[in-house]
């Protein structure tokens, strides 16, 4: 394997280890929003566009490469002529390469979309969690200070009874809202078991391409003994 498809498959597998901790349940949603919000990551994400799009021209390029590399091996020329056997056996060695050529390349462009399609899936399930847990707190709060001054009210003139009453209708828009939260903290939830399931699902799918490319790996190995 050349230097180029070498780094592109180290490339592949690092793609894959990141996969795989992304999808396992190893830390939750706010941890990894932590972490991607980390000064260096912070840094880099600042010009992370420019390289996600050099990565996935770089990929773009080798997978067309590697398409024109099997267009050309497969052709195989006219079979009414007599070729010889070493030739023949150095042409299907070439168009195997190709052939594990575009598998890396393409797995790797793949993967390359899933990790960017993860971390944002990631970080917007942590912002929701916090902007969930913060609404039923304050929520709460409010209940809680609105139940303490109604306690605190005697059996007064008119204007205590009116001020009474305005509390008991503050009382019940607050529950309402906290029933309201409540039912979105449980959206949230079933939305992060969701996202779980996906993940688990991807983590197979990632599973499957990995034994592909330890089959083609191991092909590969063959034909150049």
């Not at 990929?59 to 024109?68: E, S, W």
């Not at 060695?93 to 971390?119: D, E, H, K, T």
Request: aromatic fraction near 8%; hydrophobic fraction near 40%; glycine fraction near 4%.
């Amino acid at each position: 394997m050349s230097l180029q498809w070498t780094i592109i498959a180290t490339f592949l597998y690092a793609e894959i280890a990141v996969v795989l901790l992304l999808t396992l349940p190893i830390a939750s949603p706010s941890r990894w929003q932590k972490f991607f919000k980390s000064k260096f990551l912070a840094y880099i994400g600042n010009q992370a566009y420019i390289y996600f799009f050099v990565l996935v021209g770089v990929l773009v390029l080798c997978l067309l490469d590697a398409i024109r590399e099997m267009q050309k091996y497969s052709e195989g020329g006219d079979k009414s002529e007599h070729q010889h056997l070493d030739a023949e056996m150095q042409g299907n060695m070439r168009l195997f390469r190709a052939q594990r050529n575009f598998y890396i390349s393409g797995f790797a462009l793949f993967l390359l979309v899933v990790i960017r399609r993860l971390v944002q899936m990631i970080s917007e399930l942590a912002v929701l969690l916090a902007q969930s847990e913060a609404s039923f707190r304050q929520a709460q709060s409010a209940t809680t200070t609105a139940r303490t001054l109604l306690a605190q009210q005697g059996a007064g003139d008119e204007q205590s009874k009116k001020e009474a009453e305005e509390l008991r209708s503050k009382i019940s828009v607050l529950e309402k809202e906290l029933a309201k939260e409540k039912k979105d903290k449980e959206a949230v939830k079933s939305q992060a078991e969701s996202l779980n399931r996906e993940y688990d699902r991807l983590a197979e799918e990632h599973s499957k391409l990995q034994k592909k490319i330890t089959v083609s790996s191991g092909g590969d190995g063959k034909k150049d003994e």
